[in-house]
């Protein structure tokens, strides 16, 4: 006899139909390994080319568009009918001035620099090498893999190439009656220009100059780093002596900028290119104080024990010049740079003797006395980048002699950190005793 189906019980009914149904696969989530972390994609990478053409543009547009706004509105109140196109041009020529490419115009060669532009573009320059290196991935990200310094010498090199470019076209367009530009010299002072600054920032970002410094000897970073210590001291010192000079004549400077009647804008123009030649002026400043001092053409030199003044130009920062030999309290300002240099010993005693206070006399006495030609080195240097000309026979020679700077300082430095290191030694050795 056929059987009855007994009714399904309903709960055992809905468990069979769960079960009838097609399985759906999930994703199964990975997990990450105790102690590793997950592969990550490498980092893309900009073609070299690009990037360095893409940076130096950038950063020749940073110092070079505000110098075509400044000579714009110095001359547009100008009543002599310059032109726009001439204005540019003036503009141009004043850029390329600024990396000591020297012009040549009908009062003669004019070859001084405004270091103020100088450093800006230097800086600029400089962040594009790193910008470049960090596209390209020039920098080892982990300590354990190899490190190589051709990406960061290709990024510099490129730059270079690239900013040379940019100075040969500046030179071709800045050329026009009355001024010539040198465009071969162009290319050639641009990309010298380009391949020190981008180097410079290329290897900074790709750690190479931090494991240059680390397998320098401690004997020489000391002496680096005191000697620069020591001459950013007699540059603030010279900047601050430029300062009191100018702010104590300021009325002399201020008729100075009237006579040009050139309106507020023209005024306002004429005080940021004093601003652009300050730091020339400073460094004037500087050799002024360490002793040489410096030269305004074939009829003016001043120095602390001879000044002769002849005729000058129409300038404001001139109007600080002394007229007189260093009489009364003036000849204590000639002790600044030796303070400088006291200074600068002081910080190396201390900073070498907290990290090791058994260091011995002579690796810390050594530091001190390689000290001294580190800063006769960089005050030669930024002498002569001081110095040039602002046309033929009595502006032909100005600045300071960049040989006596160095060589001078160079003396003067050492024995200043000499001393206060030996003196600074002796002192945390006494207070030790006395604990």
């Not at 981008?198 to 100059?209: K, N």
């Not at 430029?242 to 005024?267: F, L, N, P």
């Not at 033929?392 to 300071?400: K, T």
Request: proline fraction near 6%.
């Amino acid at each position: 006899m056929p059987t009855t189906p007994t009714p399904e019980d309903p709960e055992e009914g809905a468990q069979t139909r769960l079960a009838d149904r097609e399985t759906v696969k999930l994703p199964i989530q990975r997990r990450a390994v105790r102690g590793k972390s997950p592969a990550k994609r490498p980092a893309r990478r900009a073609p070299l080319a690009l990037a360095a053409v893409v940076n130096s543009l950038w950063a020749a547009l940073v110092s070079l568009v505000p110098t075509l706004l400044l000579v714009w509105g110095v001359f547009a109140s100008d009543s002599s009918g310059t032109s726009l196109g001439e204005t540019l041009r003036l503009g141009l020529a004043g850029w390329v001035l600024a990396h000591w490419v020297p012009l040549q115009t009908g009062i003669g060669p004019i070859s001084l620099a405004p270091l103020g532009l100088t450093a800006v573009a230097a800086w600029r320059v400089y962040r594009a090498g790193v910008h470049t290196a960090r596209a390209i991935g020039a920098r080892a990200h982990h300590k354990r893999l190899p490190w190589s310094p051709w990406p960061a010498a290709r990024a510099g090199l490129a730059i270079g190439i690239v900013y040379s470019g940019l100075g040969t076209l500046a030179a071709a367009l800045a050329t026009h009656k009355g001024v010539d530009v040198s465009t071969v010299r162009a290319a050639l002072t641009f990309g010298g220009f380009g391949l020190v600054a981008g180097s410079l920032g290329a290897f900074a970002e790709a750690r190479g100059i931090a494991r240059l410094a680390a397998h320098t000897p401690r004997v020489l970073r000391d002496a680096v780093r005191t000697g620069l210590v020591a001459a950013l001291l007699v540059l603030g010192a010279g900047a601050a002596t430029t300062g009191m000079a100018v702010a104590v004549s300021g009325g002399d400077a201020s008729q100075i900028i009237d006579d040009y009647h050139t309106g507020i804008a023209g005024q306002i123009g004429l005080v940021i290119v004093c601003g652009f030649f300050a730091p020339d002026v400073t460094v004037w400043a500087a050799s002024y104080l360490v002793g040489p001092g410096f030269t305004i053409g074939s009829e003016t030199f001043i120095s602390a024990a001879h000044v002769s003044v002849g005729n000058l130009p129409a300038v404001p920062l001139l109007a600080g010049l002394p007229s007189t030999p260093a009489t009364g309290y003036a000849p204590l300002l000639l002790g600044l740079p030796l303070l400088a240099a006291l200074i600068a010993g002081w910080l190396l005693a201390r900073r070498s003797l907290r990290s090791d206070p058994e260091r011995s006399w002579f690796p810390l006495l050594g530091a001190a006395a390689l000290a001294g030609p580190v800063a006769g080195v960089l005050l030669a240097l930024v002498s002569a980048a001081a110095g040039g000309s602002l046309g033929a026979d009595g502006l032909a020679d100005i600045g300071p002699h960049a040989g006596a700077v160095g060589f001078v300082a160079m003396f003067m430095i050492a024995i200043g950190t000499l001393l206060s290191t030996a003196a600074t030694k002796l002192a945390l050795r006494a207070k030790k005793a006395r604990e």
